[in-house]
Structure formats: structure tokens, C-alpha cells
């Protein structure tokens, strides 16, 4: 019996941790990573400025995992049917598996855009756009950041705060389609992120529709923005194994009877047909109802259920948004229910998300490396 987790993000690392403490020892568990170290993705902004961050964020996948054989490859294409997996380094068959790959950033065809725009998804994007910001400040040139979802409003902040640190006086613009800013979020959430942008001095452009970019500009549908650093956080996809989709799936995270699909790889709907946002938050409480389910069929067959029974109920995810949280530079923005917090409250509610993930998978250290961070410059 093979059990396989595809991705060791949010998702994936969370899923395989409790497979390790649940599934019965003749249950074979792989992990398949194309990094050996887990990322914490919602700090990943942070880099921008503080290139130190890095070490606090990424864990080996050696040391957060005990039992899981640790595969690193690429996943190239997902063959359901015949419950094959094909890598960039041969295949890998499987009884259950979970696809816990993420998402990547979208650029919808979009001309030039994919070219120029630098996404923000892995350390190495982070450097780019350090070096780009960098050399933008030397001209007091211009950073426009393409898309203010929750990635691109705390890109615009931290790029602000680094061109004050460096005395600089770069122009940064923050580009929205829709006539807000994170506009999947509540009202009081998106006014307290708009008033934090504008005090850390980002230009907000709403209703502005990108229609492409050259070397030096940003086009929209009624002009062009110039630019020297440009970074692009306008969408998300699904992975390249599966072509790009981002299936819906429901509250058992069932993609088939053999198959789930856990995080921002798909589009989940919860056990209430509410659909749940695209979020660390989320894809860490789907993981969690995922390794009960997977458990508990991986147990059925081993007892000879699939033999001669119905397999057995599975459990159904459902999400409750505890809050919302986003950094600004050296300002943030949480909401706990109806109330909204800023400042050195939200600052410290923060560190505390990203520290108590890390301390999840055992990152004890990296925790406190990494409240440290958060709070220290102020």
C-alpha cells in the first residue's frame, strides 16, 4: 500500500505530517518535492528587504519529516486512471495520493507580461525583484507591482519600506483591476490596507486593466505606466501536471476514489457550498480533514473492505475564516471577526501566524529567527 503527497507546501507538508502519526506501519508514505526545504510562502515578501529572512523561512524537508520517504523531483504529469505518477526522474505508481502542488502565477496571455513581470512563488523570484528594486532606487526610478490580491499589497509595501531604508525616492504604483484593493477580502479589511498602502506612500491605481508590457512600461487599456522594476502577483493558476486547471472539488478534497486534491491547487468547495479562498490558512485545515480521510480508506482496504463494502463515510471540510492578515512594510493589517487591528497589535498577531506554523512542523528555532525579524525593525 503506497501512499503519495504531491507538494510539501502548506498543503502537502501539513497532509504528510499527519499521515506519518496515523497510517499503519505496512502503509508506505512518499513525499514528492521538486526543493528539498519547505517554504513558508506568506513570508516569502519579506526576503525583498531582508535577505536574511530566507534561512528563518525554509525548513529541510529532512528534518520535518521522520517516517516519509522524501522523493525530489518534478511532477510532470498525473495519470489518474492508471494511478501513475511520471517525474522528471522516472514514475511512481500509487494506492492514494494527494496533489498538494499549489498554484502558480497566472499571466493570462497577457503580452510581454510574462517576459517582464517578475512573479513572486520561490527565493529565487525574491532575489530578482531585490536586485530590481535596487537598481531602480540608484535612479529613483519607478516599481509598479501588477495585481493587489493580499502577495501584491504586502510586495508594494515591502518595496516602499526598502527605497525609505535606502533614502531613495522610488515611485511605487500598485495596479488593481477590480475598484479595490484585495478585493476577495471584507470591506474594513480592504480600507485599512488601502490607508496603510497610501501611508507608506504606494500610488494605488483601482480599475486599472493590463493589457500587456514592453521593457520599460506597463500597458493598460487607456495607457502605459513606466517602469525600471516590475513584479507581477495578478493571478493564480493551477500546476503544470495537470494542465494548468485548477479543478473544483468538494468537501472530501476528492478529486476520485483514489485521489484528492488538497490547497491551491484546486478550487475547493467547502461542506457548506461556500467556496474557500485560495490561503495558507485554508489549505492547512483541508490537509487536516484530508489525512483522516485517507487514513481511514488506506485502513478499509488493508482490512479487505475493498472487497465485498461500500468504502467508508469520509469526513467534509469546512472552512471558518479565522481572520485576515497582511503586512505593509513595517505596518500590518488583521482582522479578528469584525475588528480590525494595525500597527504594532497587527504586527505582532503576524509573527505570531508564521511563527506558529513553523513551530507546527517542529521549526522551533526558525521561529523565533523569525518573530525576531518581524518585530524588530519598527
Known amino acids: 500500500m503506497r501512499v503519495v503527497v504531491l507538494g510539501a507546501g502548506y498543503a502537502g507538508?501539513?497532509?504528510?505530517?499527519?499521515?506519518?502519526?496515523?497510517?499503519?506501519?505496512?502503509?508506505?508514505?512518499?513525499?514528492?518535492?521538486?526543493?528539498?526545504?519547505?517554504?513558508?510562502?506568506?513570508?516569502?515578501?519579506?526576503?525583498?528587504?531582508?535577505?536574511?529572512?530566507?534561512?528563518?523561512?525554509?525548513?529541510?524537508?529532512?528534518d520535518a519529516l521522520d517516517r516519509a520517504t522524501i522523493r525530489t523531483a518534478r511532477v510532470e504529469d498525473l495519470d489518474r486512471e492508471a494511478r501513475r505518477i511520471h517525474l522528471s526522474d522516472g514514475t511512481l505508481d500509487y494506492d492514494y495520493a494527494a496533489l498538494c502542488l499549489g498554484a502558480e502565477t497566472a499571466f493570462y496571455d497577457l503580452p510581454g507580461v510574462d517576459e517582464h513581470g517578475i512573479p513572486l512563488?520561490?527565493?529565487?523570484?525574491?532575489?530578482?525583484?531585490?536586485?530590481?528594486?535596487?537598481?531602480?532606487?540608484?535612479?529613483?526610478?519607478?516599481?509598479?507591482?501588477?495585481?493587489?490580491?493580499?502577495?501584491?499589497?504586502?510586495?508594494?509595501?515591502?518595496?516602499?519600506?526598502?527605497?525609505?531604508?535606502?533614502?531613495?525616492?522610488?515611485?511605487?504604483?500598485?495596479?488593481?483591476?477590480?475598484?479595490?484593493?484585495?478585493?476577495?477580502?471584507?470591506?474594513?479589511?480592504?480600507?485599512?490596507?488601502?490607508?496603510?498602502?497610501?501611508?507608506?506612500?504606494?500610488?494605488?491605481?483601482?480599475?486599472?486593466?493590463?493589457?500587456?508590457?514592453?521593457?520599460?512600461?506597463?500597458?493598460?487599456?487607456?495607457?502605459?505606466?513606466?517602469?525600471?522594476?516590475f513584479v507581477w502577483t495578478g493571478g493564480i493558476r493551477g500546476p503544470d501536471a495537470i494542465g494548468s486547471d485548477r479543478p473544483i472539488v468538494r468537501g472530501d478534497c476528492k478529486l476520485d476514489d483514489h485521489t484528492?486534491?488538497?490547497?491551491?491547487?484546486?478550487?475547493?468547495?467547502?461542506?457548506?457550498?461556500?467556496?474557500?479562498p485560495a490561503s495558507a490558512a485554508a489549505a492547512i485545515r483541508e490537509a487536516r480533514t484530508v489525512a483522516i480521510n485517507v487514513d481511514r480508506l488506506v485502513r478499509w482496504e488493508l482490512e479487505g473492505g475493498a472487497a465485498d463494502e461500500f468504502p467508508p463515510k469520509l469526513d467534509l471540510f469546512r472552512f471558518d475564516a479565522p481572520g485576515w492578515i497582511a503586512s505593509v512594510g513595517d505596518d500590518a493589517v488583521a482582522t479578528v471577526g469584525p475588528k480590525v487591528f494595525t500597527g504594532a497589535t497587527a504586527r505582532t498577531m503576524k509573527a505570531t501566524v508564521g511563527a506558529g506554523h513553523l513551530s507546527s512542523i517542529g521549526a522551533i528555532s526558525r521561529a523565533v529567527n523569525l518573530v525576531q525579524e518581524e518585530l524588530g525593525p519598527s
Open 260 to 276: 484528492f486534491a488538497v490547497g491551491d491547487a484546486a478550487r475547493v468547495v467547502d461542506a457548506d457550498g461556500e467556496a474557500v
Open 13 to 62: 507538508l501539513t497532509l504528510a505530517r499527519r499521515l506519518e502519526s496515523r497510517l499503519p506501519a505496512t502503509a508506505d508514505l512518499v513525499v514528492v518535492d521538486e526543493s528539498d526545504d519547505h517554504l513558508v510562502q506568506h513570508e516569502l515578501h519579506r526576503v525583498i528587504r531582508r535577505p536574511a529572512v530566507e534561512d528563518a523561512i525554509t525548513v529541510p524537508l529532512r
Open 121 to 229: 512563488k520561490r527565493l529565487g523570484h525574491a532575489h530578482r525583484v531585490r536586485d530590481a528594486v535596487l537598481d531602480a532606487c540608484e535612479v529613483d526610478g519607478r516599481a509598479v507591482v501588477g495585481g493587489a490580491g493580499l502577495s501584491g499589497v504586502q510586495v508594494a509595501g515591502e518595496i516602499a519600506a526598502l527605497a525609505a531604508e535606502r533614502g531613495a525616492d522610488l515611485d511605487v504604483t500598485l495596479l488593481e483591476r477590480l475598484d479595490t484593493v484585495a478585493p476577495a477580502f471584507p470591506e474594513a479589511f480592504q480600507s485599512a490596507v488601502r490607508d496603510a498602502l497610501e501611508s507608506a506612500g504606494v500610488a494605488i491605481h483601482t480599475n486599472a486593466r493590463v493589457t500587456g508590457a514592453t521593457a520599460d512600461a506597463v500597458e493598460l487599456d487607456d495607457g502605459t505606466v513606466p517602469y525600471d522594476a
